[in-house]
């Protein structure tokens, strides 16, 4: 597989780790095309969001979901940027709670606080954190949880407030759009005319951005004439529920080296 992706063009649509996604390709030998589809913005209001870390930090939560890695991180951030004093109190509740992890993104970044997940869902996606949750008994807790964007996850929360549970949600940041539409027509141009080996995908956001920017049928086409990658399984059931076949995914480390390797073990099978 070494040679697997020498002169194959990739279109990646990744905006946070945009170059070190790029790199881990190019040094295989790939043609990269960056596509920033969507970038990461901090909630527009920060009051709610210090209004719930408050409520974490005085010891009102009993368990904590976190649904994605930057989220956590995105709290952290709004501490330091709004009320620094918040930051060592939402720590030290933060070590009491019972966590719950969607796949390995949040798992890292509670890590690199010197935590860890007491419950991480069976398989990383919402149906996977309520089969962990299931078995439970949640009635009367407190649980927070931290929201991907501003996706109100009305399966979970319903889920849990069907199960007793006082939920209280956060999100600190939101998506936006990236990549100009007209960028965005370059790159279903590109490959509807056969001009991309295989695009790769690192986040639900980036989907939907995609099929935001014309219709769904143009898209698929393009999708069509091209291999389509995704990080892991949120992505790849949202390709599969707008009707597009996922050929890549890495088998149980959802990250950018797992999916390179995913990439050119595909491209590897194909003709050049």
Same mark, same amino acid.
């Given at each position: 597989?070494?040679?697997?992706?020498?002169?194959?063009?990739?279109?990646?649509?990744?905006?946070?780790?945009?170059?070190?996604?790029?790199?881990?390709?190019?040094?295989?030998?790939?043609?990269?095309?960056?596509?920033? #589809?969507?970038?990461?913005?901090?909630?527009?209001?920060?009051?709610?969001?210090?209004?719930?870390?408050?409520?974490?930090?005085?010891?009102?939560?009993d368990?904590?979901?976190?649904?994605?890695?930057?989220?956590?991180?995105?709290?952290?951030?709004?501490?330091?940027?709004?009320?620094?004093?918040? &930051?060592?109190?939402? #720590?030290?509740?933060?070590?009491?709670?019972?966590?719950?992890?969607?796949?390995?993104?949040?798992?890292?970044?509670?890590?690199?606080?010197?935590?860890?997940a007491?419950?991480?869902?069976?398989?990383?996606?919402?149906?996977?954190?309520?089969?962990? #949750?299931?078995?439970?008994?949640l009635?009367a807790?407190?649980?927070?949880?931290?929201?991907y964007?501003?996706?109100?996850?009305?399966?979970?929360?319903?889920? #849990?407030?069907?199960?007793?549970?006082?939920?209280?949600?956060?999100?600190?940041?939101?998506?936006?759009?990236?990549?100009?539409?007209?960028?965005?027509?370059?790159?279903?141009?590109?490959?509807?005319?056969?001009?991309?080996?295989?695009?790769?995908?690192?986040?639900?956001?980036?989907?939907? &951005?995609?099929?935001?920017?014309a219709?769904?049928?143009?898209?698929?086409?393009?999708?069509?004439?091209?291999?389509?990658?995704?990080?892991?399984?949120?992505v790849?059931?949202?390709?599969?529920?707008?009707?597009?076949?996922?050929?890549?995914?890495?088998?149980?480390?959802?990250?950018?080296?797992?999916?390179?390797?995913a990439?050119?073990?595909?491209?590897?099978e194909?003709?050049?």
């Open positions: 597989m070494t040679d697997a992706l020498l002169n194959r063009v990739i279109a990646i649509a990744e905006s946070r780790e945009l170059n070190v996604f790029a790199a881990l390709l190019e040094r295989r030998g790939a043609t990269v095309l960056r596509y920033p #589809l969507v970038q990461i913005i901090d909630a527009p209001d920060a009051a709610p969001v210090l209004e719930w870390i408050r409520l974490a930090a005085a010891g009102n939560l368990d904590l979901i976190l649904l994605t890695g930057e989220g956590l991180r995105r709290l952290l951030r709004c501490i330091d940027r709004h009320e620094p004093t918040l &930051r060592e109190p939402f #720590l030290a509740a933060l070590r009491g709670l019972r966590k719950i992890t969607r796949g390995p993104k949040p798992a890292r970044a509670l890590r690199e606080l010197g935590l860890s007491e419950l991480p869902a069976v398989v990383p996606t919402t149906a996977g954190v309520i089969d962990t #949750l299931r078995p439970l008994n009635n807790r407190r649980v927070g949880v931290q929201l964007g501003d996706d109100p996850n009305h399966p979970l929360i319903e889920f #849990l407030a069907k199960a007793g549970a006082q939920v209280r949600i956060v999100a600190p940041y939101r998506y936006a759009d990236g990549a100009t539409a007209a960028a965005v027509a370059d790159l279903l141009a590109r490959m509807r005319a056969g001009g991309v080996d295989a695009i790769a995908f690192t986040s639900k956001a980036q989907v939907e &951005r995609l099929f935001r920017a219709p769904a049928q143009q898209v698929r086409t393009a999708l069509a004439a091209t291999r389509v990658a995704a990080v892991g399984p949120v790849s059931q949202t390709l599969a529920e707008l009707g597009v076949r996922v050929q890549a995914m890495p088998d149980d480390s959802w990250f950018m080296k797992p999916l390179t390797a990439l050119s073990e595909l491209l590897g194909l003709p050049g």
